[in-house]
């Protein structure tokens, strides 16, 4: 079970990845640094919103962020929050998928995030649901919903 978290940095990395979830840009705007970057699996980096919802709708409707553990670190006015947990959500077909792992990692700077890194197991998944081994459904993560999320912040 996740740490309630109200104030601070992860606070902070949390709002974003919510707000990212819900499509509220608005809200992602006011939580980042003007020189903002995000990064994926494979290399795949972003400045730019709207080519990271272009990029994920190519691999997915939706998709939604289990927290299972938080840590934050900071030193220097420099904060390093990790997330990690799993993915939940709805492939291009229309299956659902769940009990994916992954770590985000944040980086802030007065009080915004200027860096975002996303480690993911999307890619394994997708490949074993290609090879026929299933669309990646942990049995024991069945209590996460995919259901109305747009958001890309699983990519």
Do not use: C
Request: hydrophobic share 40%.
């Amino acid at each position: 079970m996740t740490q309630m978290v109200e104030s601070g940095p992860a606070a902070t990395a949390i709002r974003f990845l919510r707000s990212l979830e819900n499509g509220d840009l608005a809200a992602v705007k006011t939580l980042i640094a003007p020189e903002f970057t995000m990064q994926f699996p494979g290399g795949v980096e972003f400045a730019d919103f709207d080519a990271l919802f272009a990029w994920a709708r190519g691999r997915y409707t939706g998709v939604r962020k289990k927290f299972e553990r938080i840590d934050t670190a900071e030193s220097n006015g420099t904060a390093i929050v990790h997330i990690s947990g799993t993915l939940s959500g709805r492939w291009l077909d229309g299956d659902e998928f769940s009990g994916i792992r992954y770590i985000d990692r944040f980086d802030l700077q007065a009080g915004l995030i200027v860096r975002q890194t996303v480690w993911n197991d999307m890619g394994e998944a997708k490949l074993k649901r290609q090879a026929g081994h299933g669309a990646a459904i942990n049995p024991a993560d069945k209590t996460s919903s995919a259901s109305g999320t747009s958001g890309a912040s699983g990519a």
